[in-house]
């Protein structure tokens, strides 16, 4: 079988486990439970008449739980790497992250169909603390770094705003390996 890894990462809060929970079960988190550690979200789809199933792993933002990041890599494939519009610390947190885990996964890696999203979360919000320009900035600071392994996508998980174009992205990336 087919089965294609895909890591969930990013601050505490950004909404990790509601869009994943949006996507699977088109589920509402609308109350806040901490992901304890990791979570696994499985999805069987078919493409090309073959059958994939996609493993989510979420790794869990809290502080608590970063002696347990660097094992999750592990054979995946894309890192979608969640930010919080409403919250600028989250932007600091994924550089933070892309630069300890995510750079060296890439570079530690045979297999170079390695893929990066980029997914600002909580669009639905009013309040913005991260603007257009800073998203740029990253995405740049991150392309100089690994080339054109990096997309982006903006969503809501509590308004269902921009899921299906960010799955579809994701389900279509084995397409072209
Ligand atoms: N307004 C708004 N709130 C959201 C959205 N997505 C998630 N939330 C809320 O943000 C909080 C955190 O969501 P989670 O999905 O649990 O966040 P997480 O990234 O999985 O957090 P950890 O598991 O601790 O790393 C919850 O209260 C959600 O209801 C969104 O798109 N818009
Ligand atoms: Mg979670």
């Known amino acids: 079988m087919n089965t294609i890894k ?47 199933t996609f493993q989510f792993v979420e790794i869990a933002g809290r502080r608590q739980f970063d002696f347990m990041r660097k094992g999750q890599y592990r054979g995946a494939s894309i890192v979608g790497l969640v930010v919080d519009v409403s919250r600028r610390e989250t932007l600091q947190r994924a550089r933070e992250i892309f630069v300890s885990e995510i750079l060296p996964w890439i570079q530690n890696s045979l297999n170079k169909n390695k893929k990066v999203i980029l997914i600002l979360n909580k669009i639905d919000l009013d309040q913005r603390e ?27 998980a509590l308004n269902n705003i921009g899921i299906e174009e960010l799955f579809e992205h994701i389900t279509n990336i084995v397409n072209t390996n």
């Open 6 to 52: 895909v890591i969930f990462t990013g601050a505490a809060q950004t909404g990790k486990t509601a869009l994943l929970k949006r996507y699977i079960n088109n589920e509402t988190v609308s109350t806040y439970k901490m992901t304890i550690g990791m979570d696994i979200f499985s999805k069987r789809i078919n493409k090309m008449n073959t059958n994939f």
């Open 130 to 156: 991260i603007s257009k320009n800073d998203i740029l900035r990253f995405i740049n600071y991150m392309s100089q770094l690994i080339g054109n392994k990096v997309s982006y996508f903006e969503a809501s």
